[in-house]
Structures are given as C-alpha cells and as structure tokens.
C-alpha cells in the first residue's frame, strides 16, 4: 500500500502529464487553481487518472472541495 509520499509523486507525475505543471511545483500545500494554474477541464482530467492509478472513487461534487495537493492526497490516503 503507497503511503502519502508515493500518493503524493504519482499526483505529481499526474498533474505534469495532464496539465504540463512541473511535477517538483507540485507540493501538498498548494492550490491546483490559484498555485498551479489548474483549469476546471484539467482538474476533471488529473482526478479520473488518479481514480484510476490508485483505484478509488472521487465522487464528482467532492472533487471541488479538493482544493490543495495535499487534500487529494489525504482523501486518496483514506480511501483506499
């Protein structure tokens, strides 16, 4: 089982895919919006890859919730 270091590299490694963010920018405490400059489409995009990768379900109203890198991890983490 990844802990929270390894949900962490694989949502980076998915945030440089999906939305060309350098994966070393991308830490728990930033904002996929206001930090990373994360669309809503990509943000839509980074959470079905992850969905997949680590095989849980983000349902589609949480996913604004899920405002920091760090609050994706911790759901991951917890759902898992």
């Not at 270091?5 to 991308?26: F, N, W």
Request: net charge negative.
């Amino acid at each position: 089982m990844a802990d929270n270091t390894d949900i962490l590299h694989t949502i980076a490694k998915i945030v440089e895919e999906v939305a060309g963010v350098d994966s070393a920018e991308v830490t728990t405490e930033k904002s996929f919006t206001d930090d990373l400059d994360i669309d809503s489409l990509s943000m839509v995009e980074i959470t079905v890859v992850a969905e997949d990768r680590f095989a849980v379900k983000i349902p589609d109203d949480l996913v604004t919730e899920l405002r920091t890198v760090g609050d994706v991890v911790s759901y991951i983490a917890d759902h898992r």
